[in-house]
């Protein structure tokens, strides 16, 4: 907007009338009249910059409509000079603000996690050579031990080490996976025997906590296009959270189906319109509390404690590539459902 000499309002731009809802009757008012009464700081600020001569910027202020609803906005006013260097008038710019701080956070964390992921990948790469030596070297010595008088001792520490080894490896390897590029391969695959495989791969955990499985298939489902190792992932770590989040026992529900939601029900790709499969994870455990619901698919957000936070992350990237996504539902002390949704093969 610009005000002239007097303060009088003499032209505002389409984006300035719109979020201030200025009237055409507004042009030749003054900077109170046209803002109406809610703005007096901000008429302030026009004079200021008028009398001083000198530019004002990042003052943030809600401005106030006609309406009487208000707008977050940081507001610029720089004095436009004449050839002598008098001053003219002045020229004020609003920016809305909540839309730039929304903005801001988005980038903030897209340039996080990309940031994230490469730190994480190269600190991966690093540490799988020496832990790669750590194992070896364990292993020899476990050879090396054969007939000791203390043999059996010395190969339970050694086999400490191996299996601590063999964690790491494997915290490496998520990590490397969060900042894989694309899919390594795809294939035709089925669903109930991903699910199947998943559930055998946690069978000593739900045995020992004695969960009930309950396996809802869908027999009519079709086939799924994908890459078998990482949709396995993300099952298995579906799996796993839900027997996690029932220390105390429970039901662990598996299903398949077409989804009845008709906002997931089919996605637009490049081949036409696809139908979506809906794979369901449903739990009786302890929940996840609403404040929380936002934070579960950032890598590295855990309530647990020896939880790394990234079995969540790692598996909305994986079924994202797939063309897909996951929504969460869930009451605390009630349990939780996972839904993955997936295209149908071709
Ligand atoms: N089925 C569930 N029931 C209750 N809380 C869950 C469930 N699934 C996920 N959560 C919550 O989401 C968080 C993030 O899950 P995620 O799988 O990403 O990490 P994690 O399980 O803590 O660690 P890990 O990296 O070993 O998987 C969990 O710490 C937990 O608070
Ligand atoms: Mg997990």
Redesign the pocket.
Known sequence: MVFDGGLRLVSANRAAQELAMLSSEAIGRTALEAFDRGNRGLAELVSRTLSSGRPHTGFTTEFIRPDATGIPVEASASPIEGPDGQTLGVALSLREASRLRELEEAIKKSERLAYLGTMAASVAHELRNPLGGIKGASQLLLEEIHGLPMEESLSEYLGVIIKQVDRLTGILE?LRGLSRPGLPKTAKLNLHSLLDESLTLMAPDIKRLKLKIKREYDPSVPDIEGDENSLQGVFL?LI???V??MSQGGVLALGTGIPSDFLYSTIKTEKGRKTMLAVTVS?T????EPD?LKD?FNPF????GG???????LALKTIEEHGGTIKVD?ETGKG?V?TVYLPVYR
């Open positions: 998520s770590n796993r959270n839900a996690e989040a739990d455990g302890c929940g996840i929380a579960i957000y855990s309530s647990k939880g790394l936070g990234l079995g969540l992350a869930s939780t996972f």
